[in-house]
C-alpha cells in the first residue's frame, strides 16, 4: 500500500505533481526536459547529413539509424505517460515534445540540404516530424492520464452513494 498512501519513494515518484511542493513540482519538470533533450541528443545525430561511404562510391550513410529512432519514440512514450499520469493535462506536451521538436529544427535549420533542389524542404519534414512527436505524446499523455486515481472524485462518490441510500 506505499503506492497509495504515499509513504514510500514509490509514492512520492507517483503523487500527482500538483499536490506536492513548488520546488519538487519545477525540479521534475526541469529534470523531464533534461531526459528529453538527452534522449534527442543520444539517439539522433546533430550531423543529419548523408555522406558517401568511400571516395567514388554511390552508397551514401547517415548517421540516424532505425535503432536510434525507435529508441526515442519509446522514451519519449514512456517519459509522456510519466508526466501524463502525475502531471496537469497540457505539460507532457511541453515537456516532452517540445525540447525534441526545438532540437531538431536548430539540427535543421544550421544543416543545409543536398544541392538537388530539395534543400529547402526542411520546415515540412521539421513540421511532419514534430506533428509525429507531438501525437505520440499526447496519446501517451491520454494513456498515463487514464490510469490516474483521482482522490477528490472518489470521496464525492462515496459522498454521493450515501445520500442516495439516505433517500431510499
Known amino acids: 500500500m506505499t503506492e497509495m498512501t504515499g509513504t514510500g519513494t514509490t509514492g512520492k515518484l507517483l503523487r500527482p505533481l500538483g499536490a506536492r511542493p513548488w520546488a519538487e513540482r519545477w525540479l521534475t519538470r526541469a529534470l523531464g526536459v533534461v531526459v528529453a533533450s538527452a534522449a534527442y541528443v543520444l539517439c539522433v545525430p546533430w550531423d543529419l547529413r548523408n555522406r558517401v561511404e568511400s571516395a567514388g562510391s554511390t552508397q551514401e550513410t547517415t548517421p540516424v539509424t532505425g535503432v536510434g529512432v525507435v529508441a526515442l519514440g519509446v522514451v519519449l512514450l514512456l517519459l509522456a ?67 490516474r486515481v483521482e482522490e477528490e472524485s472518489l470521496e464525492g462518490l462515496v459522498s454521493a452513494v450515501s445520500s442516495q441510500q439516505g433517500l431510499r
Open 81 to 147: 505517460a510519466y508526466f501524463g499520469y502525475r502531471d496537469s493535462r497540457g505539460w507532457p506536451l511541453l515537456l516532452v515534445a517540445v525540447p525534441p521538436a526545438a532540437l531538431m529544427y536548430v539540427s535543421l535549420r544550421t544543416h543545409p540540404g543536398p544541392p538537388d533542389g530539395f534543400a529547402n524542404a526542411w520546415p515540412l519534414t521539421w513540421a511532419f516530424f514534430t506533428l509525429v512527436i507531438a501525437a505520440g505524446v499526447l496519446v501517451a499523455a491520454g494513456v498515463g492520464r487514464a490510469f
